[in-house]
């Protein structure tokens, strides 16, 4: 069952990208979406049977060296369950929103073929993923974390006859590829010190690191400490953190189905991969003060920039970024179960929202700017209910001092109590 959900949206991208030819373009589309929802479903049937018992499946060998040997595997734990659920219910879910979204797009001339090219490069973006969240050592992961970067910059420049588009992709690679300079420093630092990539072997290895020292870049570190700290660089650049989250703005240049994915699945990679590392992360306090000062300082800033945006996707996309400083300040204080609530209630309603702006966007003529929005109540009803369930959902409001109230305020609360019971220097400032 795990691999036919690891694969399915690799065939399904095949499907979509190549036998459109033959088969025809509504039909790849149609063999893709469903292969999606095979993989949602059984995701789930995954996700409500676990025991709780990790379990690793192996498939191949990956690489195999003198020094070096890592195979490619499944690690399914309550973690990659999670995952499992929120990466193929939301990539179905956008598969079948793109089929209206994209119908006559005014980018593309008529007669051209296109829908099938995007829902490939969104099957493979989920495939890439999926390989990212199951991955049992961090050469699979790293492959699945570039692989969600490739697709992502083929979403972003989809409109390829439009310049801002391009620019858009460009500065999204380039920003990430910065940030991944730590990740890809830490992983060589963890081979050396470990003789090792695997998840169990790393783990295991944490206390020891924590008491080696290191020489890097002139001045003398705390091993745990400085590949925490490079990891979390990796993270917080994938995660749109600050002085890394402009390229999250500029992808909303793509399509909405694009935009939507990117805010909802691609970005929580970063909270998924801190989360998963957080054995790492407990031998580090100094790694776990700076994820929680970059993660209270995104939420405040990006929630400020937020209110002052004019473009609907573009304030989404910030109160995205703002959204993932919250977790990232749950990360950094240890509370791991909670950063994950929010990061699986958050994916679901920020895809409301998300999907909802696309058919705002299209009842206003193709028009993103908020000024000239009004009585979208009576034009668009349910589009109006659905989004303001997602906003009472994003703001957390329920009922003081109970659990009533909708998902956003469950998970916040916890968030802030965790932070609050903390009684640490950073949390404080959080």
Request: charged residues 10%; proline residues 2%.
């Given at each position: 069952?795990?691999?036919?959900?690891?694969f399915?949206?690799?065939?399904a991208?095949?499907?979509?990208?190549?036998a459109?030819?033959?088969?025809?373009?509504?039909?790849a589309?149609v063999l893709?979406a469903?292969?999606?929802?095979?993989?949602?479903i059984?995701?789930?049937?995954?996700?409500?049977?676990?025991?709780?018992q990790l379990q690793?499946i192996?498939?191949?060998r990956?690489?195999?060296s003198?020094t070096l040997?890592?195979?490619w595997?499944v690690r399914?734990d309550?973690?990659?369950?999670i995952?499992l659920v929120l990466?193929t219910?939301v990539s179905?879910?956008?598969?079948?929103?793109?089929?209206?979204?994209?119908?006559?797009?005014?980018?593309?001339?008529?007669g051209?073929t296109?829908?099938?090219?995007f829902?490939?490069?969104l099957?493979f973006?989920?495939f890439?993923?999926?390989?990212?969240?199951?991955?049992?050592n961090?050469v699979q992961?790293?492959?699945?974390?570039?692989?969600?970067?490739v697709?992502?910059y083929?979403?972003?420049?989809f409109y390829?006859r439009?310049?801002?588009?391009?620019?858009a992709?460009?500065k999204?690679?380039?920003?990430?590829?910065?940030?991944?300079?730590g990740?890809?420093?830490?992983?060589?630092?963890?081979?050396?010190l470990?003789?090792s990539?695997?998840?169990?072997?790393?783990?295991t290895?944490?206390?020891?690191l924590?008491?080696?020292r290191l020489?890097?870049?002139?001045?003398?570190w705390n091993a745990?400490?400085l590949?925490a700290l490079?990891?979390?660089?990796?993270?917080?650049?994938?995660?749109a953190?600050?002085?890394l989250?402009?390229?999250l703005?500029?992808?909303?240049?793509?399509?909405?189905p694009?935009?939507?994915i990117h805010?909802t699945?691609m970005?929580?990679?970063?909270v998924?991969l801190v989360?998963?590392?957080?054995?790492?992360?407990?031998?580090?306090?100094?790694?776990?003060?700076?994820?929680v000062?970059?993660?209270a300082?995104t939420?405040f800033?990006?929630?400020?920039?937020?209110l002052v945006?004019?473009?609907?996707?573009?304030?989404?996309?910030?109160?995205?970024?703002?959204q993932l400083?919250?977790?990232f300040?749950?990360?950094g204080?240890?509370?791991?179960?909670v950063?994950?609530?929010?990061?699986?209630?958050f994916?679901?309603?920020?895809t409301l929202?998300?999907?909802?702006?696309g058919s705002?966007?299209?009842a206003m003529?193709h028009g993103?700017?908020l000024r000239?929005?009004?009585a979208l109540r009576?034009?668009?009803?349910?589009?109006?209910?659905?989004?303001?369930?997602?906003t009472?959902?994003i703001?957390?409001v329920?009922?003081a001092l109970?659990?009533?109230g909708f998902?956003?305020?469950l998970s916040?609360?916890?968030m802030?109590?965790?932070?609050?019971?903390a009684?640490?220097?950073a949390?404080n400032y959080?």
């Amino acid at each position: 069952m795990l691999q036919t959900i690891l694969f399915a949206p690799l065939v399904a991208a095949f499907i979509a990208g190549f036998a459109w030819r033959i088969i025809g373009g509504k039909a790849a589309q149609v063999l893709a979406a469903g292969l999606l929802f095979l993989a949602a479903i059984l995701s789930w049937l995954v996700f409500l049977t676990f025991d709780g018992q990790l379990q690793q499946i192996h498939i191949l060998r990956f690489i195999e060296s003198a020094t070096l040997s890592t195979d490619w595997g499944v690690r399914l734990d309550r973690l990659s369950a999670i995952m499992l659920v929120l990466v193929t219910t939301v990539s179905s879910l956008v598969h079948l929103y793109s089929f209206g979204a994209l119908h006559n797009d005014a980018q593309f001339k008529e007669g051209e073929t296109y829908k099938p090219r995007f829902l490939a490069y969104l099957s493979f973006f989920t495939f890439a993923m999926l390989l990212l969240v199951t991955a049992d050592n961090l050469v699979q992961l790293l492959v699945g974390w570039q692989g969600v970067s490739v697709a992502s910059y083929l979403l972003i420049g989809f409109y390829y006859r439009k310049p801002a588009a391009g620019a858009a992709a460009i500065k999204a690679f380039v920003v990430n590829r910065v940030a991944d300079l730590g990740f890809v420093l830490a992983i060589f630092g963890l081979f050396y010190l470990t003789d090792s990539l695997k998840m169990d072997d790393i783990f295991t290895a944490a206390p020891k690191l924590a008491q080696t020292r290191l020489d890097f870049l002139w001045t003398d570190w705390n091993a745990a400490n400085l590949l925490a700290l490079l990891l979390c660089i990796g993270a917080l650049g994938k995660s749109a953190q600050i002085f890394l989250h402009r390229w999250l703005a500029d992808a909303m240049q793509s399509p909405t189905p694009a935009a939507a994915i990117h805010a909802t699945a691609m970005v929580t990679a970063g909270v998924f991969l801190v989360c998963r590392m957080s054995p790492l992360l407990e031998y580090a306090p100094l790694a776990m003060t700076f994820i929680v000062i970059t993660g209270a300082t995104t939420a405040f800033f990006a929630a400020s920039v937020a209110l002052v945006q004019t473009d609907i996707k573009r304030l989404l996309a910030y109160s995205t970024c703002s959204q993932l400083g919250f977790m990232f300040v749950a990360v950094g204080v240890g509370a791991y179960s909670v950063a994950m609530l929010h990061l699986f209630s958050f994916a679901f309603f920020n895809t409301l929202l998300f999907l909802g702006a696309g058919s705002v966007i299209h009842a206003m003529q193709h028009g993103q700017d908020l000024r000239n929005y009004g009585a979208l109540r009576k034009r668009i009803p349910l589009t109006y209910y659905a989004m303001l369930i997602g906003t009472l959902a994003i703001t957390g409001v329920g009922i003081a001092l109970t659990t009533i109230g909708f998902a956003g305020f469950l998970s916040s609360g916890a968030m802030i109590q965790s932070t609050f019971g903390a009684r640490t220097q950073a949390g404080n400032y959080a």
